[in-house]
């Protein structure tokens, strides 16, 4: 029998797969992120935790984890995890990629529609009664048919939002660390990123969380945008200078941003909800019921494939293999 813990309830597939091993599996009884002090004390004598991305996995909790093989985080990204700390202990990291990508290029879309068009502040006005009857001034937009749009990070995510441009005759560019056939099929050109923030109607940021991605979009890049261009973030928050950011929309320096992730979640930078220019949505780009069903079984199945010393499908750092008994052959 293993000691199975999970720091949030997920969707009910992937809770039935753990349950289904373990019906004794551990769980956080609370609709609520751990504190760090909860979690250090959670993952206490457990062979194996599926974590979120509100869970900080550093040193302090790998160090209680004392016979945990294996942290299956439930997202994309893993910049939450101290992957260089589990791995000089022979933990296991795992994610859920992929899966995704259509759910989250949807979203920036949408964002990019509620915000071009003023989705958002139209419904309000309609709601509260102020609606008298057409007039040839009210809410006009930006335009998105034959626009350019400009995707930073070609990855899956980025390129799924490139394929969605077809539709609608818009010229693509895109800025990345290496070309992508993918982009390039679908006529899109790779430019320098300041080239992109020049030219672009639409910038839609996809990169992963690093240091070298961390305020990729600052005041220096907000000055170069048109101020006829929106930005959409549906990456993770600290991508952008959410403060910089707050003051270039409020001075009309762009038109405006569609905004899935904050920097500092769940807060937002001070002003940033006041603005009429922004729309902002809670991090639910994934959210979907197929595909958090299909991340909540990704996850778990990572889990118990290590549990079970077969190589998970989507370990992180591979160079772990062999520890904790995991059968020799999969390390080939």
Excluded at 26 to 40: F, S, V, Y
Excluded at 74 to 89: I, K, L
Excluded at 105 to 111: C, G, H, I, N, Q
Excluded at 245 to 265: M, Q, R, S, T
Aim: aromatic share 4%; glycine share 8%; net charge negative.
């Amino acid at each position: 029998m293993a000691a199975i813990y999970v720091t949030r309830k997920i969707p009910q597939p992937g809770m039935d797969m753990l349950l289904d091993r373990e019906p004794e599996t551990g769980i956080n009884p609370d609709n609520r992120a751990l504190t760090p002090d909860e979690l250090k004390k959670a993952v206490v004598g457990n062979d194996a935790v599926l974590c979120l991305l509100t869970d900080t996995i550093d040193v302090q909790v790998l160090e209680n984890a004392d016979r945990a093989v294996v942290f299956a985080n439930f997202a994309v990204g893993f910049n939450n995890v101290d992957v260089s700390a589990a791995t000089e202990r022979g933990i296991l990291v795992t994610n859920t990629p992929g899966v995704l990508t259509d759910a989250t290029a949807d979203m920036a879309w949408a964002l990019l529609f509620a915000v071009a068009r003023q989705v958002v502040a139209a419904d309000r006005y309609t709601r509260e009664g102020r609606f008298e009857g057409w007039d040839p001034l009210l809410f006009l937009g930006g335009d998105i048919s034959e626009r350019t749009l400009g995707i930073v990070g070609a990855g899956r995510i980025g390129t799924a939002v490139g394929e969605r441009a077809a539709g609608f005759r818009m010229r693509v560019i895109y800025a990345s660390n290496s070309d992508n056939d993918a982009m390039d099929r679908l006529g899109a050109k790779r430019v320098k990123l300041d080239e992109l923030l020049a030219e672009a109607d639409f910038v839609s940021v996809h990169v992963p969380l690093n240091e070298e991605t961390t305020h990729i979009i600052g005041a220096r890049e907000l000055g170069i945008m048109k101020p006829t261009a929106y930005l959409i973030n549906t990456a993770r928050g600290p991508v952008v200078d959410e403060a910089v950011l707050v003051e270039a929309l409020a001075k009309k320096k762009i038109a405006g941003a569609g905004l899935d992730v904050f920097e500092e979640e769940p807060a937002m930078a001070p002003g940033l909800a006041e603005l009429d220019n922004v729309v902002i949505a809670p991090h639910i780009a994934s959210a979907t019921v197929m595909t958090r069903n299909k991340m909540a079984t990704m996850a778990a199945g990572n889990l118990l494939a290590a549990l079970d010393g077969t190589r998970p499908d989507n370990l992180v750092n591979p160079e772990v293999l062999g520890s904790h008994g995991l059968r020799a052959d999969i390390s080939a």
